[in-house]
């Protein structure tokens, strides 16, 4: 088969891996691609928001299959467009993809089927919204309706502190019209929890579970980011909670996606929440998580391509899939000044010497320059440990991300401790 990935990041760079393991895969290329997919998957400079490009690539290459990425082309209606012209594609279309490029229709629809979330309210008015906010108590939380690169959530501890999380997005527009609509919902505590799931319709096959390390620093402090560390699986959380998210969560919210009319076909995956009242939604995505996929995918024993294959053939609900008892743990490096202002052409060292120490590099925002990596964007690569069990995972990954370097890197210190110390808060 002949594949082509959409997007550049260290999510696609773990997706391109993957598939190359198939013995069914032929070439794959990856558009536009990053310094560490050129190593298995030739990269084409074609942004992943010109379908037409896309499409023509698609057609003058002979690609039998292609896999998105990212969500603003998800959101876009990328899938719709090459349907039109008959290119096979996994991921949902754009009315299906709406569950994450619109956060009010994401709550609208769990309220409607009873699906549990957290409670809020929705505003396109800034003064309604603020007068709202202003009845409410802290802690809150601030949403951006549409898509802002994982960054247009504020969890405000203060009233003024959401005060002003409201004024940016509604008045200042720091996400465009992604925070012309906004949702205001209650703080709810616990430990989070990610599960991602292949769905054809009403068929769902989850995964294994991760979490996530959203803020910068250490002791989940600074500001939320696209995700500085991963892992999986979740020893000090209980199966059974696991299990309750995906029958009373994950499976009700492909059902109410058919019954609206949009049924979904892709990687759904879920943000959640174990509250005192039990399991609530945090949110849906409506692609593969990053940096989720990068401890997912190296647990994933049965072969990538049959499985999209049989997403795509209605067949999801027959293949067998398996996982594998090991453990996986990503240690992000990010640029200095990240999520705020960064630099970028910051060589990068220790590539090589990671690498053979068994761990997996997935570059996500890296490029080539004069025969060097550099660094190309604010979360700059993904380092995987994989082991007996978390505590093996966990320090392969950091011996491997020690000797890594180049100027201005900042990784956090504390990626899955609480799973080491069993923390269940």
Partial sequence: MRIMVIGGGGREHAIVWALNKSDKVKQIYCAPGNAGIAELAECVPIPVNRFG????????????????????????????AFEERNIPIFGPRKNAAAI?????????????????????????????????LRQQSAPIVVKADGLAAGKGVTVAFTIEEAENALREMMVEKVFGESGGSIVIEEFLEGQEMSILAFVDGETVRAMVPAQDHKPVFDDDKGPNTGGMGTYSPLPHIDPALVEDAIENIIKPTAKAMVSEGRPFRGVLFAGLIMTKDGVKTIEFNARMGDPETQVVLPRLKTDLVDIILAALNGRLDAIDIEWSDEAAVCVVAASGGYPGPYPTGQVIKGLDAAKAQGALVFHAGTAESNGDIVTNGGRVLGIVGCGRDIAEARARAYEAAAVISYEGMHIRSDIAAKALQGANS
């Fill in 100 to 132: 994450e490029g619109s956060k009010i229709f994401m709550k609208d629809l769990l309220k409607a089927y009873n699906i549990p979330t957290a409670k809020y309210e929705s505003f396109t008015d800034y003064e309604a919204a603020l007068a709202y």
């Fill in 53 to 80: 490009d896309l499409i023509q690539f698609a057609c003058d290459n002979a690609i039998d299959l292609v896999v998105v990425g990212p969500d603003d082309p998800l959101a876009d209606g990328i899938v719709d």
